[in-house]
């Protein structure tokens, strides 16, 4: 896996299947400098998954955004504590 500044981020692994098939399961730690993802910093990464054998080659590569989803009592949180007013202070747009 790398970032999109071709940096990479994660090793890769080998699996090993047979002629019955099978399922091939990985967990890429990215560490703790893993850039998060939001609407002004969109921080991306880049998987490549390639299954090979018997003559047969095939990769797929997805780009995709890192979030950090938590909770803060009763409020769900992405990427962090969100610093909104209480919703009765929020301003609500007029529509004509």
Not at 18 to 33: H, M, Q, R, T, Y
Not at 46 to 64: I, P, Q, S
Request: with cysteine; proline share 7%; hydrophobic share 30%.
């Amino acid at each position: 896996m790398s970032s999109t500044d071709n940096q990479a981020v994660a090793q890769n692994h080998a699996h090993r299947l047979d002629e019955k098939g099978g399922i091939a399961e990985s967990e890429l730690p990215v560490g703790d400098n893993v850039k998060l993802w939001d609407e002004f910093t969109p921080n991306l990464y880049r998987l490549t998954a390639t299954v090979e054998g018997n003559g047969f080659r095939d990769a797929r590569t997805v780009t995709f955004g890192m979030r950090q989803m938590g909770t803060k009592g009763t409020q769900l949180t992405v990427n962090g504590p969100a610093d909104l007013p209480p919703r009765h202070a929020r301003v609500r747009p007029c529509f004509p």
